[in-house]
């Protein structure tokens, strides 16, 4: 069976909604799902109740950007959380007023980049046409792409998201370890190879996270080639770390699907009993 534990829904910054994630997974053979959209929970209880129905398990999940040391927007997937937590969701709205202020400064600085060219400003309400949440930069990208604005997403992002960027708000990280493991979480860097591409540095900063708390690492991922991806796997036996798998999939990405890793790699689901104990043993 075919998993796929990072995914992102239309509440956060995908392009489908959580029934249709779940829908294109029953498609595609994937049988296991993560629906960890970016600090936001507001998708899990739809794709979980799809997932009952379409025979898709899902695996409630979230993906919080934090601070540490000197880099910025490490991603941080929490596994088996309690979703329903009200603390958490506390501070996740305080993470979403923040954020909405800079989507909103974003679409300005964007707007100036069209006004200048001579083109009609973007409105709000074409941009969160494309969310179910907060809108966020891919939200925009997709409105310049209706617009004609743009060729592609990619393109969007090149022309206009990059240049009008505005700093987002993390989490400390020693905060968002310790939620995830309040709310009984399983704590799993994503992506690592998007902090560095240089295996001592990369090394020395999991060692430094699983000394703070880190469960595991998203081993099978998008961003690794295949030696990177054997790097991550040695270093996740070598620490006692659990493995995992996921396609960051958000419904835009050129050549991208759910279930999938580069060059047609499949995430099988001999990973899950790892993660599964270790939510146990968290929840113990």
């Not at 950007?65 to 596994?79: C, R, T």
């Not at 996740?236 to 047609?264: C, P």
Request: charged residues 25%; glycine residues 8%.
């Amino acid at each position: 069976m075919n998993i796929d534990l990072h995914i992102h829904s239309s509440f956060s910054d995908g392009a489908f909604t959580p029934t249709e994630l779940v829908a294109r997974a029953v498609t595609l053979g994937v049988g296991v799902i993560a629906i960890a959209d970016h600090d936001s929970v507001a998708g899990v209880e739809e794709a979980v109740t799809a997932g009952a129905y379409a025979g898709v398990a899902v695996l409630p999940a979230v993906e919080l950007s934090v601070q540490f040391e000197n880099w910025s927007d490490v991603h941080l997937l929490g596994y088996g959380i309690d979703h329903t937590d009200i603390c958490f969701l506390q501070k996740l709205d305080a993470i979403r007023h923040s954020r909405a202020g800079r989507n909103d400064a974003i679409l300005n600085r964007v707007n100036e980049m069209l006004d200048r060219e001579g083109l009609f400003p973007l409105k709000r309400e074409q941009v969160r046409a494309f969310a179910r949440d907060s809108i966020g930069r891919p939200h925009i990208a997709r409105a310049l792409l209706e617009q004609g604005y743009v060729e592609s997403v990619e393109d969007a992002f090149r022309r206009y998201l990059v240049p009008g960027n505005v700093p987002k708000r993390y989490w400390a990280i020693d905060e968002a370890l310790s939620e995830i493991h309040r709310i009984g979480g399983v704590a799993v860097l994503a992506h690592p190879t998007s902090i560095s591409k240089n295996a001592n540095i990369l090394e020395a900063v999991i060692t430094s996270l699983r000394a703070s708390g880190l469960d595991g690492i998203e081993v099978y991922n998008n961003m690794g080639w295949p030696l990177e991806i054997e790097f991550l796997r040695r270093i996740a036996a070598e620490q006692g770390l659990v493995a995992t798998a996921g396609s960051d999939f958000h419904g835009i990405e050129e050549g991208l699907e759910i279930g999938k890793g580069r060059e047609g790699m499949r995430f099988d689901s001999v990973l899950l009993a790892p993660l599964y104990e270790r939510i146990h043993f968290i929840r113990s």
